[in-house]
């Protein structure tokens, strides 16, 4: 066997001692430039964000949305070809994932939407959106993780129908106002009436609001909602109520109007 000369042994340490270890790369779209280009819709995509950075246009894009952090941020481009609200997700990511929708580039960004976890927008075809996907520390810490993320066409808003009763009771000697009617609401998590009432006396017309939650599941629910006058007191004859009936979900809101002349009855 051939003995090593002392040379090649030190070659052979020196080369041992100062390999340099693999690290893991960033993320192909960390950046805005690098951004991933979104073909067609609906979209998926899954990402290692644990080497994503943050950088200068993510400062630019958070000072109007003012999320808690912008760690791990990757870019994805978007532009839709027909009109019509989309929905970005994070479900199945295992980090909270803050998103920002922007339009513009670096130096003139405008903010369309932010928000945690799951973010809808109005989008308008031909129109170019960046969708930036980010660790918002909302755990308490960084940096990123697996990031699932998810465009799709929104859900609808939830359909409202608001009813007045054409008659209205009230009390005589504080002049409250009790306003009846009905709510329908459906596909959404809540729903609730607000009231303004108007009642001419002369040339002065007073006025008042109220308000009242209500569930929204499909079935029609009977409201009831005290209005006080905030610049003098209801007495007994004509009004005019605006009520207005909104349902929400957990991406959009939808509502009904009804203006109705009412006869105060006390």
């Known amino acids: 066997m051939k003995r090593l000369t002392l040379p090649f042994v030190l070659a052979a340490l020196l080369s041992a001692m100062f390999v340099t270890p693999a ?3 960033p993320p192909s779209n960390d950046t805005y430039a690098d951004r991933t280009v979104v073909g067609s819709i609906p979209y998926s995509d899954t990402v290692d964000t644990t080497e994503a950075t943050t950088d ?5 894009w958070n000072v109007p949305c003012g999320a808690p952090a912008t760690d791990a941020s990757v870019w994805y481009e978007l532009t839709p070809e027909t009109d019509g609200p989309l929905l970005v997700d994070s479900a199945g990511s295992d980090y909270p994932v803050g998103f920002t929708i922007v339009t513009g580039e670096p130096g003139s960004f405008e903010l369309v939407a932010c928000g945690p976890d799951a973010v809808a927008f109005e989008a308008f075809a031909g129109e170019t959106y960046s969708i930036i996907a980010f660790d918002d520390q909302f755990d308490g810490g960084g940096n990123g993780g697996t990031l699932v993320v998810t465009i799709d066409v929104a859900p609808p808003p939830p359909v409202v129908d608001v009813s007045v009763d054409p008659v209205a009771e009230f ?3 504080t002049g409250v106002v009790t306003v009846t009617g009905t709510l329908t609401c459906s596909g959404g998590d809540f729903a609730f009436v607000d009231v303004q009432l108007e009642q001419r006396a002369g040339r002065f017309i007073i006025r ?4 009242i939650d209500a569930p929204c599941d499909g079935e029609t629910h009977a409201w009831s909602v005290e209005v006080i006058g905030e ?3 209801f007495k007994g004859g004509r009004a005019v109520a605006f009520a207005f009936g909104i349902g929400c979900n957990s991406y959009t809101c939808g509502e009904d109007f009804e203006q109705v002349a009412l006869r105060l009855r006390g």
């Open 231 to 233: 610049n003098g007191i």
């Open 23 to 25: 690290l893991a790369a």
């Open 208 to 211: 008042g609001f109220g308000g």
């Open 171 to 173: 009390d005589a000697q």
């Open 56 to 60: 200068a246009d993510d400062a630019e």
